[in-house]
Every structure is written in structure tokens, then in C-alpha cells.
């Protein structure tokens, strides 16, 4: 459940967990609150993990949820999906109750209880990662889970995709073919081409030595492109360089 809070007096959206044993704010989201940071000697343990050593934590932090407000203390910590997390032990000191069916918070402290209304969504659409990073997260030591959907009969085979699936892949598969077209796109309204000036000498410089997985990956494009007619031979006394870039695959 997420709820609309006001910390250090601005107001910031917070996640209400029962399963987290301490308040944590997301690096970024304390330096944009301007939050007084001092270092921290205790340690901190995720499930199924070694102890880490937290290296920020921000103290007395002015914090009011509706009518509510009092101080507390805030784990400093990298974080990405959520900005502020609200712990177990905070909602037991404050007599919070959190009704999801209802879709809000009752807090019970002080002689005024109040009642908050919260949100189930989340912040923002979940976040996805690539292959490299998942790659040089394990490299790390990073925990890491990877969950894969496979739908089967009872007898081991594996089902068609789902029927809407199935209906958008149809209506839209001039836009998502199964592979690109090897012709040249249909002459359009304008012509982009590049305008050479007349008297002007090309430059003449000595070409590098290139790689050998350079050379193979250069000699696969350019056959690809040549068999498609993208491309055609030409003797013409101008060129230009060829840059290689590693993708997040660590392919060129």
C-alpha cells in the first residue's frame, strides 16, 4: 500500500510493508529532501543474504501522515522501485492499522486518531533489466532471481500463446513482421541526400589495422546489406570509417 506522506516537509509518497524491519529512503530521495546524513557502525541483513554494513542513516526526521506527525529515523540505502519504505516497528509505535481492504490507514496514536486513504499501485510501471546487467550483477555476488512463465497441457506440451496475444500479433503484423524486409523502403515525398561540393578534394589518411572480430562482424554486415540491395559496390575515391560499438549482449 502506498500513502501520501509529508517528510521533512515535503511531501513524498511511502510504501507501508509489514514484512521490512527498518524505515528506508532511497539515496537520491534523501539528497533531494536534504536530509542530515551521519555514518551508521550496525549492519543489515536481507533474507537469504550476508549482513551489510549500512553506511547512512538520518535521524529525528520530521515526518506527519494526515493529521498525524512526530520524528523518526530513516536507513539511507539504494533503491529503485520504491523512494520511502515505512517499517513494522514504526507502525506498532504509532498504533497504525493498515485496512487494504478499505484502502486505508488508521492511526490510533494521541488523543486525535486519523484515518488516511492509500493507493494499492504502484510508483511507477515495474523496472527491467538487461542481460548485461543481470550478468555483472552475478559477477558481483548480487542475489539474484529469475522466474520464467511456460505454459503446458498435462501431458508436457506446450500451449499456443493466449488468444489476445494471438489477435494483436494478427492485426498488427505488417508493423511486427517476423523478419525485416531485404528492398529498399518506397521513394517518399522528399529525398535526403548528402550535397557534395565541387573542387573538393577528399582527405587522405592511412586506415588502421582492424580487429579480427571487427573484420568478421564488418564482413557479415556488409554481405547481409549487399544481398539485400541496401547496398552496392562503388569505386568512388570517397569512404568512411567504420565504428564498432559493444551492445548490452557484448556483441558488436
Not at 526526521?61 to 533503491?79: A, D, H, Q, Y
Not at 504502484?122 to 548485461?132: C, R
Request: glycine content about 6%.
Amino acid at each position: 500500500m502506498y500513502v501520501d506522506i509529508k517528510l521533512n516537509g515535503r511531501i513524498t509518497c511511502a510504501m507501508v510493508d509489514t514484512g521490512t524491519t527498518y524505515n528506508f529512503i532511497a539515496n537520491r530521495k534523501a539528497k533531494l529532501l536534504g536530509l542530515i546524513l551521519e555514518k551508521s557502525p550496525s549492519r543489515m541483513k536481507a533474507m537469504n543474504s550476508e549482513a551489510k554494513r549500512i553506511s547512512r542513516r538520518a535521524k529525528g526526521v520530521p515526518i506527519k501522515i494526515g493529521t498525524w506527525s512526530r520524528s523518526t529515523n530513516l536507513i539511507v540505502v539504494p533503491l529503485d522501485d520504491f523512494q520511502v519504505m515505512l517499517r513494522m516497528e514504526f507502525m506498532h509505535a504509532v498504533k497504525l492499522v493498515p485496512m487494504s481492504f478499505l484502502n486505508f490507514l488508521y492511526l490510533m496514536e494521541g488523543d486525535d486518531p486519523c484515518v488516511v486513504p492509500v493507493s494499492q499501485g504502484g510508483t511507477k510501471d515495474p523496472q527491467q533489466i538487461s542481460t548485461f546487467q543481470l550478468k555483472k550483477g552475478v559477477r558481483k555476488g548480487e542475489s539474484a532471481f529469475v522466474a520464467a512463465m511456460k505454459l503446458e497441457t498435462l501431458d508436457g506440451e506446450a500451449i499456443q500463446e493466449p488468444t489476445i496475444v494471438a489477435n494483436i500479433l494478427k492485426e498488427f503484423s505488417d508493423m511486427m513482421p517476423m523478419e525485416l524486409p531485404r528492398t529498399l523502403p518506397p521513394c517518399r515525398g522528399v529525398d535526403h541526400r548528402i550535397e557534395l561540393e565541387l573542387g573538393v578534394k577528399p582527405l587522405v589518411r592511412t586506415p588502421y589495422r582492424m580487429a579480427l572480430p571487427e573484420l568478421a562482424e564488418l564482413r557479415k554486415q556488409l554481405d547481409k546489406l549487399l544481398s539485400g540491395g541496401l547496398i552496392c559496390s562503388s569505386k568512388a575515391p570517397f569512404g568512411a570509417s567504420v565504428l564498432f560499438q559493444k551492445k548490452q549482449d557484448r556483441s558488436l
